[in-house]
């Protein structure tokens, strides 16, 4: 189309330049998607085409890329939407942190799979929800919420004053929205009885040179709790 022939139609990368509707230097030209390079995610392509589509027809709909929900589907899962505190500590941005475990959310220790945590980023004074990064199973799930919340601009009390099931994965986003607040006795609460709980296990099995040999240890130490909680106790100790 010649389009990267004309001055100022691409950038020194090569990518194309764009205004906010996704025209390029000629008006009735349109790019969306890596060739603009705004981000290389096949559903950030879609929602530009989305905002390009509307202003052809004569409507508004603007594209935040800030916005943009990233997902890595590894293993734990990481998703995250919104700025990083690298980037809000460079531009100067004061910000609050609320950070919740998945080894105290009930439903990650019933599927035994409680690594990783959600970490929420706030705005200092206005408690708006600047940034979300989760790590653990289900991350690209649950990062949909925080990104509802924030395309509203709601605020981290919006979150934590939200009900949310019991028991679920989200449950995490909701703590962690709470731990924002300024108020982190709940789970501090909670961090103390891990760290008590996981101190006395190691103790427990620091003997023992395989996890063969130190369950039967541990039944009998901890004969008194039920089959399913020892199921987790199991899965540390083979850890």
Request: aromatic share 6%; charged share 25%; with cysteine.
């Given at each position: 189309?010649g389009?990267e022939?004309e001055d100022?139609?691409?950038d020194e990368?090569?990518r194309l330049?764009v205004?906010?509707?996704?025209q390029?230097s000629q008006?009735n ?11 290389l995610?096949a559903?950030a392509?879609s929602?530009q085409?989305?905002?390009?589509v ?9 594209y935040q890329?800030h916005l943009?929900p ?5 293993w734990p899962?990481?998703?995250s939407v919104?700025?990083t ?8 941005v004061?910000?609050?942190i609320?950070?919740f475990?998945f ?5 990650a220790?019933?599927?035994q799979?409680?690594d ?12 708006r929800?600047?940034?979300v990064?989760?790590v ?5 799930e649950?990062i949909?919420?925080?990104a ?8 981290a009390e ?5 009900c949310?099931?019991?028991p ?5 986003v909701k703590?962690?929205?709470l731990a924002v607040?300024g108020d982190p ?6 961090e103390?009885?891990?760290l008590?709980?996981h101190s ?6 620091a003997?023992?040179?395989s ?9 009998r ?5 039920p089959d399913?909680?020892?199921?987790s106790?199991?899965?540390l100790?083979?850890?």
């Amino acid at each position: 189309m010649g389009i990267e022939r004309e001055d100022r139609a691409t950038d020194e990368r090569g990518r194309l330049t764009v205004n906010a509707q996704f025209q390029t230097s000629q008006p009735n030209i349109y790019a969306v998607g890596d060739v603009n390079g705004l981000s290389l995610l096949a559903h950030a392509a879609s929602a530009q085409a989305e905002t390009a589509v509307d202003h052809i027809a004569g409507e508004s709909h603007p594209y935040q890329n800030h916005l943009v929900p990233r997902a890595l589907y590894t293993w734990p899962e990481v998703a995250s939407v919104g700025a990083t505190e690298e980037e809000l500590t460079a531009r100067g941005v004061q910000y609050k942190i609320g950070k919740f475990p998945f080894m105290a959310n009930g439903r990650a220790k019933a599927n035994q799979q409680t690594d990783g945590f959600v970490k929420i980023l706030a705005d200092a004074k206005t408690d708006r929800v600047l940034g979300v990064h989760i790590v653990g199973r289900e991350a690209g799930e649950m990062i949909h919420e925080a990104a509802v919340l924030m395309e509203f601009g709601g605020s981290a009390e919006d979150l934590a004053r939200t009900c949310h099931a019991h028991p679920t994965m989200a449950e995490a986003v909701k703590e962690a929205a709470l731990a924002v607040a300024g108020d982190p006795s709940q789970l501090r609460t909670v961090e103390l009885k891990l760290l008590d709980y996981h101190s006395h296990l190691m103790s427990v099995i620091a003997p023992f040179t395989s996890a063969d040999e130190a369950l039967p240890d541990c039944k009998r130490r901890f004969k008194n709790l039920p089959d399913r909680h020892f199921a987790s106790v199991e899965w540390l100790v083979r850890r």
